[in-house]
């Protein structure tokens, strides 16, 4: 063909080489090795191009400016989701539930949250409490706690119960009819203060 550059063709097939060896280097572990080759050719490809002419190595030159950092972007996207990406990469955990195992015993022992009992030991700060007739390892949220005092169940720390002193009054639940009724001041004065408008 007259007028047909060999170099130029040379330097596009360099180029195409090298973003195929980008791109298999995504899929193929094979330690940096695509990667080495793949600058290779293309730094290649661009040398070619300028020794075809000024104008094809500037344009060759914007063309691997330009795709290079678009390559890298969606590798960055899609990678993760490619076989090799997920078997590389850890999926990070979106909760607590998919980091504590969802077994019979885990599910039993988060089902005792806001339950109350008593302390076994003395806990300074872990030790034994009592809840619904069983035993249970624990630790207190940073108070000490005397055998024998009521606790509350307020979490779950590595397989053991999170307790506080348990020392509010246990109360009726209150219906919703009472709920939404307006207690005058007077009916209902502060423990110890006397009512003013009495």
């Known amino acids: 063909m007259p007028g047909f550059d060999q170099t130029l063709l040379w330097a596009v097939l360099l180029l195409v080489l090298g973003i195929g060896c980008l791109v298999l280097e995504m899929f193929i572990p094979s330690g940096g090795l695509l990667g ?10 661009i040398v070619l191009a300028f020794m075809s002419g000024p104008l ?15 390559m890298l972007a969606a ?7 490619t076989p090799l990406g997920r ?9 607590a539930d998919e980091v504590l195992p969802q077994t019979e015993p885990y599910r ?3 089902a005792l949250v806001g339950k109350r009992g008593v302390a076994k030991s003395l806990m300074l700060p872990s030790g034994v409490v009592l809840v619904e007739g069983k035993t249970y390892d624990a630790v207190s949220n940073g108070l000490p706690i005397d055998s024998g005092q ?4 307020i979490g779950i720390d590595t397989q053991r119960l999170m307790v506080r ?32 408008f009495a």
């Open 36 to 45: 080495v080759m793949a600058a290779l050719s293309i730094v290649a490809a």
């Open 56 to 70: 094809a190595g500037l344009a060759m030159t914007i063309t691997v400016t330009l795709l290079i950092p678009i």
């Open 75 to 81: 590798a960055v996207k899609y990678w993760p989701e």
């Open 87 to 95: 078997l590389i990469l850890l999926r990070r955990p979106q909760g």
């Open 108 to 110: 039993t022992i988060n």
């Open 150 to 153: 009521k606790i509350r169940v």
């Open 165 to 196: 002193v348990d020392d509010e009054p246990f109360k009726e639940p209150v219906s919703t009819a009472e709920q939404g009724e307006q207690v005058p001041f007077s009916q209902s004065p502060l423990p110890g203060i006397e009512d003013p």
